[in-house]
Nanobody, 111 residues
Framework: QVQLVESGGGWVQPGGSLRLSCAAS????????MTWYRQAPGKQRELVAGINTAGNAFYAGFVKDRFDISRDNAKNTGDLQLNSLEPEDTAVYYC?????WGQGTQVTVSS
C-alpha cells in the first residue's frame, strides 16, 4: 500500500520559515518525480515545486527563489524548505508521487 505522509507544517509569522517533509512507503521511490502542491481555502490546488529522479528541481513562478525542494532516495523522503513566507502562502501543502497523495500539512502565515 502506497503511503505519503507530510509533516512540518504550522504557524509562522510573515518572513519566517518552515521545513516540510514527505515520507514515502510502499512505492518504488527512485523512479518517481516528487511534487508539492498547495491548496488555499476557496482556491484550486496548485503546483508549488517538483524534483525529478535525477535531482533536477522546478518551481512555480510565485516561489521566486524562496523555496527549496530536495529528496533523499536512500531514505524515501523529500523536503520542501519554505523561506520568506508571506500570508499568501497560507494553504494545505500536499506531497505527490505518481498517483499517490499525502493527507496534507497546514501552513499558516500570519502576524
Amino acid at each position: 500500500q502506497v503511503q505519503l505522509v507530510e509533516s512540518g507544517g504550522g504557524w509562522v509569522q510573515p518572513g519566517g520559515s518552515l521545513r516540510l517533509s514527505c515520507a514515502a512507503s510502499g512505492i518504488n521511490f527512485g523512479i518517481y518525480t516528487m511534487t508539492w502542491y498547495r491548496q488555499a481555502p476557496g482556491k484550486q490546488r496548485e503546483l508549488v515545486a517538483g524534483i525529478n529522479t535525477a535531482g533536477n528541481a522546478f518551481y512555480a513562478g510565485f516561489v521566486k527563489d524562496r523555496f527549496d525542494i530536495s529528496r533523499d532516495n536512500a531514505k524515501n523522503t523529500g523536503d520542501l524548505q519554505l523561506n520568506s513566507l508571506e500570508p499568501e502562502d497560507t494553504a494545505v501543502y500536499y506531497c505527490n508521487m505518481g498517483l499517490a497523495w499525502g493527507q496534507g500539512t497546514q501552513v499558516t502565515v500570519s502576524s
